[in-house]
């Protein structure tokens, strides 16, 4: 398989480029739903020790990706515990 893709890469180098923007985007969404599953607090992975994860998630802890005019340091807590 890998033999025939090399194969039509050499007489094809206008392929190249396809090719690594197709996996490069293949390898960044596998690292993003990765994230998803590590860091998002409404993943519980173990259910027996953290059976909410969402409730200890403090109000200056940043889990979204990507912020545009947050300042999480700044933030005060409004809300009960549980």
């Not at 206008?14 to 923007?21: M, N, R």
């Not at 020790?49 to 969402?54: A, D, G, L, S």
Request: proline share 9%.
């Amino acid at each position: 398989m890998l033999n025939l893709v090399a194969k039509q890469l050499r007489s094809h180098p206008a392929l190249i480029p396809l090719f690594v923007f197709i996996g490069g985007g293949a390898t960044m969404s596998m690292m993003y739903l990765g994230r998803l599953a590590l860091k998002n607090p409404e993943c519980s992975w173990d259910r027996t020790n953290n059976p909410e994860p969402w409730n200890k998630v403090g109000p200056n802890d940043q889990y979204k990706l990507f912020s545009v005019n947050m300042d999480y340091s700044k933030l005060k807590k409004d809300r009960p515990d549980f």
